[in-house]
């Protein structure tokens, strides 16, 4: 079941992303896992702040993406964990392969596949690209909902 928390951070992404973790999330729930979604929707600040994460600050590197370059910034991607005891268990190999799995039955993008950055906790609504998102941002005068309608469209084109 999905912790307060969770579902705080789906309200703040596309509709179509939330309602498929949630699906991904029930779907591994009935396996016996506890999957949370960690990171939703970021600033560009905040995607910034973790670009700097390994560079300029202290901590490991944990993107490769500044603010602007990520689909976080536009609500198309969230980052899920597997907890158990509720502490997150960043280490689980063989769980984030289940994620990917069904992440991908439910056609979204698994970071797991990436070769250049492998992010395992990152799933997405494919569809956009960073220069479509900006384009169209921008252009709305930071509308995230036209992003959002763009997105939709992709993804009906993509299924």
């Known amino acids: 079941m999905l912790t307060t928390k969770s579902n705080e951070r789906l309200a703040k992404v596309h509709p179509l992303l939330a309602e498929k973790v949630r699906q991904l999330c029930e779907t591994l729930a009935r396996d016996g896992l506890d999957i ?16 700097a994460q390994g560079r300029t ?22 980052d899920v964990c597997p907890f158990v005891n509720g502490k997150p268990q960043w280490e689980d190999n063989a769980t984030f392969q289940k994620i990917g799995k069904e992440a991908k039955l439910l056609k ?6 990436w070769v250049k950055f492998n992010d395992r906790p990152h799933v997405q609504l494919p569809g956009l690209s960073m220069k479509d998102c900006n384009t169209i941002y921008n ?15 992709a993804f009906a084109q993509k299924v």
């Open 36 to 51: 949370q979604v960690v990171q939703g929707l970021r600033t560009f600040a905040e995607q910034d702040a973790l670009f």
């Open 108 to 113: 979204l993008e698994w970071g797991g596949d």
């Open 139 to 153: 252009k709305s005068g930071r509308v995230l909902q036209r992003v959002w309608d763009a997105a939709t469209a």
């Open 57 to 78: 600050k202290a901590g490991p590197k944990v993107t490769n993406a500044r603010g602007g370059q990520s689909n976080h910034n536009f609500g198309l991607a969230v």
